[in-house]
């Protein structure tokens, strides 16, 4: 395996502006384009798939008639937990042989965040990869050619170095995949799936727009951001009715704004439900500086009760911590949209000011803590990863989330790759991967893709956070959308 840091000096001012304002401008550091030379100098894929989207996809317009419904993807969408009898893709002929290819897994380095307080270390990644990628090649690879697996890492805050990590992988490495984990999303996610026309597979969820302009080369573990965020007028439209709301966005080039002008606030209003504020933060650092204290006083002075949140955890952060200072005691409301529903979004918020908080997932976040069984999926990624990495993997941990997220991938990876029809080419691969219809998932629940479908999560859950464990606990079984 190669490894790939190639990270330029850490921009010290930005660092500086960052910390002032609690890092509001993270969106902008991990999304602004390197230059406008950047086309690929790789074979230009067809689009996977010349048949017509599926009409029942799970993201609406924003002229829906039904603004609160997303509807289930293909008539296999039943919801529920995936029967513990569900295969494990693990029984395939091997080991590989013949010409590697060579996936590159982008992913951000959290080690500066770590040391600034506003991470936790994800630990030793590469080596997590290393180990999953041996494994998957000992059972076929990819269409029976070996996985070269390069990590290859960006610095959050250092402004372009995402950008500067999609042409490492696709221009220098060539990389045949990219996998996108979180903190991939934006001008990157273009310069990898549009500029390079390379496939890549997103842990998150991206704009509506940008899996169309992908033409089958970009698929995301997670719904799109117009999914995660009608999710949340789904699941709370009677606590967002019961007393003034407001909803906090952000302006960024992942489409977090886009999404809540045109989706989520017409969704909310077609329902009835019109926010009392709507609070826009600037992706530059020291103008949002300014702006949140300002904002903080409206939000006050309008009595609001609820936030709805779709921005990234570092924002919401800054202004949860405003809100604290001031005295303001709100409920916060999200989603999988730009990661609220995580244990990263909340170990940067005052307990405090978070408890009580909710949201809903696509993830199998806060099983133990609200009483139900582990996926049986889960329960054999973890003890593989186990045995790989010749120590005890956990329930609970950053590092148990990591190996069960590489855990998924790789096994994506092999069972796509059962399905090639003849040689292997990005088209083939992208229609292989839309023949993956029912998949067991670690970190997911019930998911799958389908011929136009390229969102891989179906159904979601609600979760609580609470002070009191400092944790998230579901909230009863998945269900589908709609």
């Not at 949201?359 to 199998?364: E, H, P, Q, V």
């Amino acid at each position: 395996m190669v490894s790939v840091n190639s990270s330029p000096r850490r921009n010290r001012r930005f660092v500086a502006a960052a910390l002032a304002a609690v890092a509001i401008a993270v969106p902008a550091a991990c999304s602004s384009p390197a230059g406008d030379g950047d086309r690929a100098t790789t074979t230009t894929a067809a689009p996977a798939s010349t048949e017509p989207a599926d009409t029942s996809a799970p993201t609406e317009s924003p002229g829906s008639t039904s603004p609160l419904t997303v509807a289930p993807t293909s008539p296999a969408d039943t919801g529920g937990t995936p029967s513990p009898t569900a295969p494990t893709p693990t029984d395939v002929a091997g080991p590989a042989t013949g010409e590697p290819v060579r996936i590159a897994a982008m992913y951000p380095d959290l080690t500066v965040l770590a040391s600034l307080g506003f991470a936790e270390d994800a630990g030793d990644l590469a080596g997590i990869w290393e180990v999953f990628a041996d494994d998957a090649n000992q059972r076929g690879g990819i269409a029976g050619r070996p996985i070269e697996l390069v990590p290859v890492s960006f610095d959050l805050l250092v402004e372009g170095d995402a950008y500067r990590a999609c042409l490492t992988a696709t221009q220098d490495l060539n990389a045949f995949i990219v996998l996108g984990m979180a903190g991939m999303y934006g001008d990157p996610v273009v310069c990898v799936a549009e500029q390079n026309e390379t496939l890549l597979i997103g842990t998150d969820g991206f704009p509506a727009e940008f899996y169309e302009r992908a033409a089958g080369r970009l698929f995301s573990m997670t719904p799109s951001k117009e999914t995660t965020q009608l999710a949340i007028a789904q699941a709370f439209a009677d606590e967002l009715a019961a007393a003034p709301f407001a909803v906090l966005s952000s302006l960024d080039t992942g489409g977090d704004n886009d999404a809540v002008q045109a989706t989520l606030l017409p969704a909310l209003r077609a329902a009835g439900l019109e926010p009392a504020m709507t609070i826009v933060l600037d992706s530059d650092s020291e103008v949002a500086a300014g702006q949140i204290p300002l904002e903080v006083r409206a939000l006050r002075d309008a009595g609001v009760a609820t936030i709805v949140s779709t921005t990234n955890f570092v924002a919401s952060a800054a202004f949860a911590q405003a809100l604290d200072a001031a005295g303001v005691d709100l409920t916060w409301v999200g989603s999988d949209a730009a990661g609220f529903a995580s244990n990263l979004f909340a170990s940067q918020i005052a307990p405090a000011q978070l408890d009580g908080a909710l949201a809903t997932t696509f993830t199998t976040l806060g099983w133990e803590e609200g009483g139900l069984p582990e996926l049986p999926y889960a329960t054999e990624c973890r003890q593989r990863a186990a045995d790989l990495l010749g120590r005890d993997v956990p329930t609970q941990g950053v590092d148990t989330f990591s190996a069960l997220v590489v855990c998924s991938l790789t096994d994506l990876l092999v069972a796509a790759g059962q399905a090639v029809d003849g040689e292997l080419t990005t088209e083939s691969m992208s229609s292989a991967l839309q023949s993956v219809t029912d998949f067991p998932l670690a970190t997911w629940g019930p998911a799958g893709f389908a011929a136009g479908r390229f969102e891989a999560a179906r159904a979601a859950r609600t979760v609580t956070w609470s002070a009191d464990c400092e944790c998230w606990s579901a909230r009863g079984d998945f269900e589908p959308l709609g």
